[in-house]
């Protein structure tokens, strides 16, 4: 047995020397690995630098490159030269180098802006007479033009983008054209927008004139003073649409040929007007420009900006709301309206009808509304008006639906009534469409009560109201005799907008856009007169 034993001893004792013999060896060849070995230092390289019409040979250590070779030889590279191949390349012996020396020359010249010509078409003048309202100016630009020249000849020459020194000035002439329209007496001042242009009728229709000829209004804004001495209009700007939508201004219409004042205020789209009983403050809101539909973000905020007639300028602007989202919908934006005696602002959301709280700063929802989802890229805001004794809202408001829809995608609109004294609120109109856009009458009296009649749009198809045409309807101010009066159910319907009526107590005319022009409608004996014929006309409003 100790045989045995000491014969597998012995033979673990051979198998631990073979392994250490074998860890031994391959140590031995690891550290002869890493001994160093003779090598052979490279040759060096011979480099050809083309340069300035010259060759240049420069001998270099091998793996240098283009600007170890171009130091090499003292050439220097200016801020526009290139050099083929790149500096940071690695060079090969017998290599060439290449330096293109670039300059660039600027040259600067002056050339003239023809200025544009436009013609204003004119009923009241004859026929084919022209009369000068703007005479045309050039403008004038300067253009530079960039030479480059390389290793001395010249490859290329561009115009940069002109610098313009001077606006031209449009030339505006006014051309009469046949007026085959019956003239019609005028109460107060009629201001309507025709063309990108602002013209007044005072008298009577026959009695035209312009007042704005810029040919750039855009018709967001367009509201004579409560007195009709001032119009208040905005134009579109200049500047790119996603940086400034327009800009705000006023006219004096007393003064033919007058210039407009710059009120300084820009991206104004749902809101501005006078307030009535002051001279002169005009009340308005903004947005922020958007390169996204519908192309704003509203700010519905509210502004109060007093103007002196004396100085001709507008002085600092009193924020009464601020920004805010505005509720649901809110981006679209919030409108206002003034009652007739100037004491209070009502707004109109499209998600509620309420007064501005003025000293509170606040708003005070009166009826709450189920917004409209639209599923489109604006939103529905609901048609308002006072009544004329600044005691009572007229308002479209988004009735419940029939059948299986839902609230927000109910079809259906009323126009109610909201009494300020006594609170109470009555739908007057059933499913009268959604553009509405009630309008009240100026207010006579009575045997003792104040009588005045609201004027709305009726849709043709209430339950496609979005894209329904409407016909203009009259009541009395608690919705009684409703009648249809215009146009007659043989002709196509009117666009969405804002009856106008005569600013003269118990006057039945009320201003109306039709086909492009304006018509005089008679609320009494259901008689209609068209007033222009070029189908240009956007806006209209009557003080």
């Known amino acids: 047995m100790n045989q045995i034993s000491q014969n597998r001893g012995r033979r673990k004792l051979l198998r631990i020397s073979a392994g250490q013999v074998l860890r031994l060896v391959l140590l031995l060849l690891l550290l002869s690995a890493c001994q160093p070995t003779a090598t052979e230092t490279p040759s060096p390289i ?65 050339e003239p802006i023809p200025f544009r010509s436009y013609l204003l078409p004119n009923e009241s003048m004859p026929a084919n007479e022209k009369r000068l309202i703007q005479a045309g100016e050039n403008g004038e630009q300067e253009i530079t033009t960039r030479i480059t020249y390389e290793d001395g000849i010249k490859v290329s020459e561009i115009d940069l983008a002109p610098v313009i020194i001077k606006q031209p000035v449009d030339e505006i002439l006014m051309v009469g054209v046949q007026n085959p329209f019956t003239t019609v007496s005028l109460p107060g001042r009629l201001a309507y927008l025709s063309g990108g242009n602002a013209w007044l009728m005072e008298g009577s229709t026959a009695n035209r004139r312009p007042i704005v000829t810029s040919g750039d209004l855009d018709g967001r804004v367009f509201r004579l003073s409560p007195d009709g001495e001032w119009l208040l209009f905005s134009r579109k700007s200049s500047r790119p649409a996603e940086q400034e939508i327009n800009t705000l201004w006023i006219v004096n219409v007393n003064k033919p040929g007058a210039t407009p004042v710059n009120l300084h205020v820009a991206n104004v789209v749902h809101f501005a007007d006078w307030q009535p009983g002051q001279k002169y403050v005009i009340t308005y809101s903004t947005v922020e420009p958007r390169l996204t539909a519908p192309g704003w973000q509203a700010n519905n905020d509210l502004y109060l900006l007093p103007f002196d007639p004396q100085k001709g300028s507008a002085g600092t602007p009193t924020k009464v709301l601020e920004t805010s989202s505005g509720g649901i919908y809110g981006w679209w934006g919030t409108t206002f309206a003034w009652s007739p005696d100037g004491q209070r602002l009502a707004y109109a959301r499209p998600d509620s009808v309420g007064l501005v709280d003025l000293e509170a700063q606040t708003l005070f929802p009166l009826v709450e509304i189920t917004p409209l989802n639209t599923y489109a890229d604006w939103a529905w805001v609901p048609g308002l008006a006072w009544g004329s004794d600044s005691q009572s809202l007229y308002f479209v408001t988004h009735a419940p639906p029939q059948g299986l829809t839902t609230p927000e995608e109910s079809p259906l609109f009323d126009l109610q009534a909201l009494s300020l004294t006594t609170g109470i609120n009555v739908s007057l109109a059933l499913q009268t469409g959604m553009f509405a856009y009630p309008s009240c009458s100026a207010a006579q009296t009575t045997n003792g009560e104040i009588a005045y009649q609201v004027a709305y749009l009726q849709a043709i198809f209430p339950q496609q109201s979005a894209t329904s045409r409407y016909r203009l309807t009259v009541m009395d101010r608690d919705g009684s005799d409703p009648r249809q009066l215009f146009p007659p159910a043989t002709q196509p319907g009117l666009e969405p907008q804002t009856p106008v009526w005569s600013p003269q107590a118990g006057s039945n005319l009320i201003a109306i856009l039709y086909e492009g022009n304006l018509w005089l409608i008679d609320a009494q004996n259901v008689q209609s007169q068209q007033i222009t014929g070029d189908g240009l006309t956007i806006r209209v409003d009557w003080k």
Not at 57 to 69: D, K, M, R
Not at 83 to 105: H, K
Request: charged fraction near 20%; avoid cysteine; proline fraction near 5%.
């Open 46 to 110: 011979t480099i050809s630098i083309l340069s300035d019409g010259e060759t240049h040979q420069v001998t270099l250590p091998a793996g240098s490159t283009v600007q170890n070779a171009l130091e090499a030889a003292g050439i220097s590279l200016g801020s526009l030269d290139r050099v083929s191949p790149p500096a940071y390349a690695v060079l090969e012996d017998g290599a060439q180098v290449t330096v293109t020396r670039v300059r660039e020359e600027y040259l600067t010249r002056t």
